[in-house]
Structures are given as structure tokens and as C-alpha cells.
């Protein structure tokens, strides 16, 4: 491999050696000189989280080669900071809470300094520009934009330090006491790394002697295997081993918590474009790519199901013969029918009498929509790494669900739970794209045949051939009386799932019971199918199944209130579900007062009028079964010096459980919060949790650490009266120390040294979570979403910007605001992006668009002018001080809010997602052709009649 020879400055220290001519200038910081600060994701130019600046100009480093830096000087994040002390940019970051996951923070700190030392007050509109080269999937961008302003200040010594978040409800404990830690806005315990670089993700990670992994993938949709050859990838330089799913037979190849349906490698046959055929290992990730494109793959074409439609023809090509067997962790029955092989499993809800409704409704409204396939774009890319050691399997990865992972490469290679391990870092986003098994059995068969330890990462074009959001084909039947209040909803789904099953079943029964909205229905009949395609994998992705259908279900109410004359708003204010309502038979009752929150969105969103734009308002409701399956666990251990150390299998990917956790923790022992470390998501050093998804765990394991706490502090107690030589119930804890009735008292760390002798000794409380007691009705809680949008559309192009955006989090307890605010507009701005954007298309077998040029997520000037976040505290929730999940609820119904808006502006109903420029320029065109004709017959009426 050629070389060239560099002398260059990286962070104001001279480098000399020679770097291969293909080395990339981020892997050259990566690799070569271990600065992890630099990430990459797109590797198009598009992300920009691997800005780093040469000189004083801001680059992308997965784009530029090392050697083309020769001579420069290079400063990355990690050279930003003078020892402890930030550099201004990163102060401001970490006091706007500008980042969440924080994968993409280094790059908008570089891109922000470099803007600012060239521009030193610039204004919004320059901010938003010089900006848009970086993208953020977490907060929704405001936040920085606003650190970027507070930044310039601090740079020009003008910044005045003050609360910039809501200060929190002021609510008191039940002794009338203020609370220390939690109800208030605090920084983020891990915002100083993320800004500094120091956070470390599993693509960071590489274990000693690591080979890395290139995969080998189908361009095929639906083919049998007749070979693959792979003579001569392993006669390739650097090429270690080649496996292919001809070498599994000593394994249990196949993976999948609901259906064991995926193979690890194809065997016999491939299901659709972009399948893993093959997995090259080599030294290197250059010579084992090299070593894959020599792997010669000879195929028998299959017909091929492209779409659910297609797949559910008669004599359609049956995508799976086989109807698999293993055991599930899923709470949903997946069945298949002979009938209907490609039908991957149905799900129906009903109650009352449906047709007796629609017989004596004054009106009848039908909907259709469809919502295509999304890619969720996690920032960090799939990656893991693996390795076996003395019989153990060691993982690294970015598993939302470690614990859930763990069955699935126990199975595959016949080991007890207790010598599978995964640890996950922080993890780069993941929206639900990360839940569950995806690239690590692939990993792990690659380090059992290498013998050594191995590491795969994905690009983003692969990641999108991993997996994506099911689309849905939805009609909505409505009945209702004259005043606009709903007697029946007949709704039916089809999810298009792709080759395999993943989570689906999981996101087609969300839709079941989402799809309908929050509202009292006194009839109901949902019937869902979803179907096997060959196309890529469907999943989780935030809001799972009900962002899908509630354009259809929203859609149908304001088509409904348009013709029985009735607001908008005031059709869903008649049939919202009231405080402690049925809104599922045999469910939780509404734990909201949907009433009053609704009428919060009514009261704040308005249009501005502007010249030039057609201009629209849209509403949306939406609802959500929250928490998951309520199965936590907890550890707090309390150390000989009185600190706290929280274990918790929970995973951290931007949400701010670690911030949280400790809020609680220390709450609840009466310390600091520099006294309390949450150590997460190491299956061998951390307690059990089921699922990181769902909302939960500020309020599942939020409650596990509550009641870990509590058993903590019962142990000090006891020990202290050991101690003593008195009763417990002379004892009580104040303010992290153990106190007797006579005054006496001493800290924690005293009481535990005491009581062991010889100066050692911990103490750990144990915290756990299971359905039984006010959890045993579920769901554990209800997750609302409600939003408000105005849009813009420049009539000329079609293309449209939301203006004013209005959220609802019904929290029951902001235990960080600052939290909640964040996840609310980071999940609308999600749905914003599904809204007017974001779509997989398919161009035949293929996608026409698997990367980030073509797949369009919201850049920064994509946010809305106005943004009005409302956080309902009514300590109604099932979680610790009545707190209620946040984080989904703002996705669901953003779309049909949108679509709602576009139509009121143009006159025309959208019945499908993304409302691009170009579909809208058509939406306006129509309306205006159907003015023109209603004009005309209005003139020639008049004329017959003159």
C-alpha cells in the first residue's frame, strides 16, 4: 500500500510519518493519533461530525485525505479546552444543554468556533446558515442556535449568566419541603464530555488485537444461492478469513426476539437487496474491503414482492417457506396462515356494535392514506465489536436492549446467558432503530471463525440496508351523530415488515391500538396485517405504529369536521377521552386531563400573516401506550466514603437517563450530585433491564432506583443503630447522614466503616420492578402528544416550512425540564422531517436513495420561527414523584398536523407522506384547477338563470 510522507500540527503538536495514500484525515485523527472526538457518519460530506479545522477553515475530515494535510494545522475538539477550563463555545453548549446523544456535538462546536472567529456577532439568519452543513437528529437545533448566540457573548464578554429553561413547578415534598434535585433544570452529567470529546461511543472502542469485518451484501431482491465463491478474497492481501452461511451449520444461525426468522448470513437464498451474503475479516478496514470485492456470488433469480400489494396477490412468490420455531420474549402472539403465506401475522381489536352504528350514524367518513418507509438516521452508524475469551463472548455495541441481545447470541451459539456479555457506551442516537439484535451475531461469528477479536462498523448506507420504519396503507371509516361526536371507527393496516419480521409485530400492534386516537369510541373493529416484502428489514423507530397511522386517523377527523361544519379543533375536544375514561377496554383509564392540554395547543397557535405564501393551520392528537413492559431493576451501592454508585442495564443514547438517574439518587439519599456516579449497560456488572425504549425509563427504572434508594437507606439505618445500640425507628436519614432522635449523627461513609471495622466495607440496595400493584393495569402510563403547526408554501415551488410549532408534555413531574423540553422538540422535529422530507423510495429491487444526500433530514434552517413547548405537571404518573414518560408523544401526530395546514392552504387533500416541494406544487395546482372549474360553473349558473 502506497505512502506519502506528512508533517503536519494536530492540536499544537507536531506529527511526522507517512500515512497510506488512501487514509482518510478522519481516520488518520482517529486511528493514528486516538483523537475519538472526531466522528464520522455520513462519510458524504452532508453530517458534518467529523468537522475539524485546518487553520482557521472548517473541513470534513471523512472527505479529505491525510496526506492533503500535509503542512496544515489541524485542531480538533479535544484541543479546544485550556485543562479544565472550556473553551466559550463549549460553555455555552453545555449551559443551552445543546446536545442529547452527542455524536453530532463535536462537529457543531468546530463548525461554531470557526463561524464565530470569522464572524463574532453574526445573526440569527447567519447562524442558521453557515450551520447547515451539520446535522443534528436529537434536539431539534434550537438549543444550538441558541448556544451559538450565548457563545458570541461570552466571546465578546457581554454574556449575562441566567436561567435560559423553565425553572420547574416549584413542587414540594409531602413534608411541604422543596425538593434539592429533582423539578429543576440541571446540566447534564455527561454534557462536559460530549463537548470535549471525551464521550466514548462503541464505534470509539476497539479491543486488543482486533481485526475488522466488511460485509458482502446481495444485489439480488429475492434469488436462491447457487455459490460464493470466496478463493480468492483469501488469497488477498491482509484477508484473514471469509465466512458465509455455508460455514454456520454448527450454529444456530439465525436470530430475531420475535420470530427466529433472519438468517446471520443467507443460506440458500437471499430476501431482499443489500443482504449480508458474506463476512470479510481482515487486518484492516481498506484490505478487507479490498478482499470482499473479489467474493464472486452466483444467483437463480427468484420473482421478486416489492411492496405489500404485490406480496399479497394471489400467487405472489412466497418470500418464507418456513414458519421458524424458538422461543420469544415477545408480549405479542405472531401467527401465520397457509392462506396467506407472505401475511407475516394478524392482529385485530373490536368492541361494541360496529355495523349497528354505521347504519344509524348521521355521517360516514372515509380516509386513505399511505406513510412511507422511513430510515430513522441514528447518527452513530451500527458498529460492534466481539470477541471470545476462555468460553465467554465479549460484546461491545450499540444495543439500546443488551439483555435482549444476550438471548439472541446465546442462542446462536448454545451458551448460558452468564457468558454472553455486552457493554454498551453511549450510544450516537437510536429513536428505537437500535432496539433489540441487529449486526451482532454477524460480528460475533466473525470474531468465533477469526479466533480473534473483530469489529464491524456500518456506514450509513448499510445501516439504511439494516433496517427501517414499516410503512403503512390505512383506511379510516368514521360514523358520527350531527354534532360531531364519534359512534364508531372501522379501521384497516397493512404494515409492510420486508424480509424479516425484527420488531413489526411489536409496531403492527402499537398501530392496533393507536390508530384510533385519544378518544372515546364506543364501537371499534381494527383489523392489521403485516406483510413480508422483499425489501429491507422493518423495526422500531420512535413512536412506533402509531406515527404510521395517525395520519389517516387525524385526517379523518378533520375531513369529518369539515363537513358536519364543526371546528377543527372542536371536533376533538368532544371526543377526547376524559380523566379517568376508558380509552382501551381492560386498560389503564386516562391518566390526563386531555381537555385542558388541548385547549393549551387551541389557545397558542396562530398564523402571522405574510405576503407572498400560502399560509395554513393544522392540529394533532395522538396517543401512547407508555413504559413498555414494566420489568426493572436497580443497585445502589453506598461506599466507605459516603458516595453513591447507581447500577442500572439501562442504556444512555441522548434521552438523559444518566442525568435523570442521578437526580433521583441523590434526592433520594440526600446527597450531591457530584457525590452520585450512574454506571449503565454492562450485562456483567449492572443490574437487569428489559428494554430502553418506550419512554420508560425515567419512570420504570426511574422507580427501581427509587426503591433501591430507599432499601440503601433502610441498611444505613439499621447499621446505624447497630452502631448505636438503639431501635431503628430512632434513625432517620437527613440530608445524606444517619441521625439519632438525641441529635447525634454521622455521615454515611462513618456509619458503614463503623459497622464493618477495619475501615471497608459498601452496602447495596436493591430496587425492583414488576407488574403487580398500581403497575399491574396497564398501559404504566398514557403518553399524549398534541401539536399545533402554521405553515409557509411558497406557491411558486411547493416548498413548505412549518412557521410556528406547539407542543404538549403531559409529564406528570419534570424531573429535568430542560429534559423533557428537548425530547419534545427533538420528536417533532422528527416528525417534521417524516412530515415534508424523509422517504425511502425504491427504484425496482433497489433503493434509490440509501444515503444522506438523497434521503433528506431536517437541517438547522428547517426549524420553525416560532416554538411554544408546554410541560402539564400534575403528579398524575405511575413513576417517581407521579412523573409520566416523555419523548414519543410530539412524533405521533406531527404529520397529520402538516398535512392538515397544507390542505387548508391549498385546498387539497394530501393522502400521502413526505409533502415535498413537488407534491405540493401539484396540490396547488389542483386547487387551483378546482376554483377555476367551481368558478366557472358558477358563472354559467348564473348565466342559465339570468
Known amino acids: 500500500m502506497t505512502e506519502t510522507p506528512i508533517d503536519t500540527t494536530v492540536n499544537g503538536r507536531r506529527v511526522r510519518e507517512s500515512v497510506p495514500n488512501r487514509l482518510t484525515l478522519a481516520e488518520f485523527l482517529r486511528e493514528r493519533q486516538g483523537l475519538r472526538g472526531t466522528k464520522v457518519s455520513c462519510e458524504s460530506q452532508v453530517c458534518g461530525a467529523c468537522t475539524v479545522l485546518c487553520g482557521d477553515r472548517p473541513v470534513s475530515s471523512c472527505t479529505v485525505l491525510a496526506a492533503d494535510a500535509d503542512g496544515t494545522e489541524i485542531t480538533t475538539v479535544e484541543g479546544l479546552a485550556d485543562g479544565d477550563t472550556l473553551d466559550p463555545v463549549q460553555e455555552a453548549f453545555v449551559d443551552c444543554t445543546a446536545m442529547q446523544c452527542g455524536y453530532c456535538t463535536p462537529g457543531f462546536v468546530m463548525a461554531a468556533k470557526a463561524l464565530l472567529d470569522r464572524n463574532p456577532d453574526p445573526s440569527r439568519e447567519e447562524i442558521l446558515h453557515e450551520l447547515e452543513g451539520n446535522l443534528c437528529r436529537c434536539t431539534g437545533y434550537l438549543p444550538i442556535v441558541e448556544a451559538v448566540e450565548q457563545a ?24 411541604g419541603e422543596p425538593f434539592r434535585h429533582v423539578g429543576k433544570p440541571v446540566e447534564r452529567v455527561d454534557a462536559r464530555a460530549k463537548v470535549t470529546g471525551d464521550a466514548r461511543y462503541s464505534i470509539d472502542v476497539t479491543l486488543p488485537d482486533t481485526l475488522v469485518a466488511v460485509v458482502v451484501r446481495s444485489d439480488r431482491a429475492h434469488a436462491s444461492l447457487r455459490s460464493v465463491d470466496t478463493k480468492a478474497a483469501l488469497e488477498a492481501p491482509g484477508c484473514v478469513t471469509v465466512v458465509t452461511g455455508g460455514d454456520l451449520g454448527g450454529l444456530f444461525p439465525r436470530f430475531g426476539h420475535m420470530v427466529p426468522d433472519h438468517p446471520v448470513l443467507a443460506i440458500d437464498k437471499v430476501r431482499y437487496y443489500g443482504e449480508p451474503v458474506a463476512l470479510v475479516i481482515g487486518t484492516d478496514r481498506h484490505r478487507a474491503g479490498d478482499a470482499a470485492r473479489l467474493v464472486e456470488v452466483e444467483y437463480d433469480d427468484l420473482p421478486a414482492a416489492l411492496d405489500a400489494d404485490a406480496a399479497l396477490r394471489p400467487g405472489a412468490p412466497v418470500i418464507h417457506e418456513d414458519t421458524y420455531t424458538g422461543d420469544s ?22 368492541w361494541g356494535d360496529v355495523d349497528a352504528a354505521f347504519a344509524t350514524a348521521h355521517r360516514v367518513v372515509e380516509t386513505r392514506t399511505y406513510h412511507p418507509p422511513l430510515y430513522a438516521y441514528a447518527m452513530e452508524p451500527y458498529n460492534t465489536s466481539a470477541r471470545f475469551t476462555d468460553g465467554y463472548l465479549d460484546v461491545v455495541s450499540t444495543a439500546q436492549h443488551p439483555f435482549m441481545v444476550i438471548k439472541d447470541l446465546a442462542r446462536v451459539f448454545d451458551l448460558p ?56 396503507a390505512t383506511v379510516v371509516r368514521s360514523a358520527f351523530d350531527a354534532d360531531g361526536r364519534l359512534l364508531a371507527r372501522d379501521v384497516d393496516i397493512v404494515m409492510d415488515t420486508g424480509a424479516y419480521i425484527d420488531n413489526s409485530s411489536t409496531v403492527l400492534s402499537k398501530a392496533v391500538h393507536r390508530c384510533f386516537g385519544p378518544y372515546s369510541i364506543p364501537n371499534l373493529r381494527v383489523r392489521g396485517r403485516l406483510v413480508y416484502t422483499n425489501t429491507v428489514p422493518a423495526s422500531s423507530y420512535r413512536a412506533l405504529g402509531a406515527f404510521q397511522v395517525n395520519l389517516a386517523g387525524e385526517t379523518n ?43 393549551k395547543v387551541v389557545e397558542l397557535v396562530r398564523i402571522e400573516p405574510r405576503e407572498g405564501v400560502l399560509q395554513g393551520q393544522g392540529y394533532g392528537c395522538g396517543a401512547n401506550e407508555g413504559g413498555a413492559y414494566p420489568t426493572s431493576t436497580a443497585q445502589v451501592k453506598i461506599s466507605p466514603d459516603g458516595s453513591a454508585l447507581v447500577l442500572s442495564g439501562s442504556t444512555e443514547m441522548g434521552q438523559g437517563s444518566r442525568s435523570v438517574l442521578t437526580q433521583i439518587a441523590a434526592e433520594e439519599l440526600g446527597l450531591d450530585m457530584d457525590r452520585v456516579r450512574v454506571f449503565q449497560s454492562d450485562s456483567a456488572g449492572t443490574s437487569f433491564e428489559r428494554t430502553t425504549g418506550g419512554s420508560r425509563t425515567t419512570t420504570m427504572t426511574g422507580l427501581a432506583v427509587q426503591r433501591a434508594c430507599a432499601d440503601a437507606v433502610r441498611q ?4 446505624a443503630a447497630a452502631n448505636w445500640d438503639c431501635d431503628i425507628e430512632d434513625v432517620r436519614c437527613e440530608d445524606g447522614r444517619l441521625v439519632h432522635e438525641d441529635g447525634r449523627a454521622e455521615g454515611y461513609g462513618p456509619v458503614v466503616k463503623k459497622w464493618y471495622g477495619g475501615g471497608g466495607g459498601e452496602i447495596t440496595g436493591h430496587g425492583v420492578v414488576r407488574r403487580e400493584g398500581e403497575l399491574a393495569k396497564q398501559p404504566s402510563f398514557w403518553e399524549i402528544g398534541m401539536v399545533g403547526v402554521t405553515v409557509d408554501i411558497d406557491p411558486d415551488t411547493g416548498e413548505t416550512r412549518v412557521d410556528q410549532l406547539v407542543t404538549v408534555a403531559d409529564v406528570g413531574f419534570a424531573i429535568n425540564p430542560v429534559g423533557v423540553e428537548g425530547q419534545d422538540l427533538g420528536a417533532a422535529m422528527q416528525g417534521i422531517g417524516g412530515a415534508l422530507s424523509e422517504e425511502l423510495v425504491y427504484d425496482g429491487e433497489q433503493l434509490r436513495n440509501p444515503n444522506l444526500i438523497e434521503y433528506r433530514v431536517p437541517h438547522i434552517d428547517a426549524i420553525p420561527r416560532r416554538f411554544d413547548s408546554v410541560i402539564f405537571e400534575r403528579r398524575d404518573g405511575t413513576g417517581p414523584y407521579g412523573a409520566k414518560g416523555v419523548g414519543e408523544g410530539a412524533r405521533i401526530p406531527v404529520g397529520g398536523a402538516v398535512a392538515a395546514a397544507v390542505q387548508q392552504a391549498t385546498g387539497v387533500w394530501p393522502d400521502t407522506l413526505p409533502l415535498t416541494p413537488e407534491r405540493v406544487w401539484r396540490l396547488i395546482r389542483e386547487g387551483r384547477a378546482r376554483r377555476e372549474e367551481r368558478e366557472r360553473d358558477g358563472q354559467g349558473q348564473g348565466g342559465e338563470g339570468a
Open 152 to 175: 458570541a457573548r461570552r466571546r465578546a464578554g457581554t454574556h449575562t449568566p441566567g436561567p435560559r429553561h423553565p425553572a420547574g413547578a416549584g413542587h414540594r415534598k409531602a413534608n
Open 329 to 350: 420474549v415477545s408480549q405479542v402472539k405472531v401467527t401465520r396462515s397457509p392462506e396467506e403465506p407472505n401475511v407475516a401475522n394478524t392482529l385485530g381489536l373490536e
Open 417 to 472: 446467558h452468564s457468558k454472553v456479555r455486552i457493554t454498551v457506551p453511549y450510544i450516537g442516537g437510536g429513536y428505537g432503530s437500535k432496539s433489540y439484535t441487529k449486526v451482532e451475531p454477524l460480528t460475533a461469528v466473525g470474531a468465533h471463525f477469526a479466533g480473534r477479536a473483530v469489529k464491524l462498523d456500518l456506514s450509513v448506507e448499510e445501516s439504511i440496508y439494516t433496517t427501517r420504519a414499516d410503512s403503512a
Open 557 to 599: 377527523m378533520d375531513q369529518a369536521a369539515d363537513e358536519l361544519g364543526v371546528g377543527r379543533d372542536q371536533i376533538r375536544a368532544r371526543n377526547l377521552v376524559p380523566r379517568g375514561g376508558t380509552f382501551l377496554r381492560g386498560k389503564r383509564p386516562m391518566d390526563a386531563d386531555l381537555g385542558d392540554d388541548w385547549a
Open 716 to 719: 444505613l439505618r439499621s447499621m
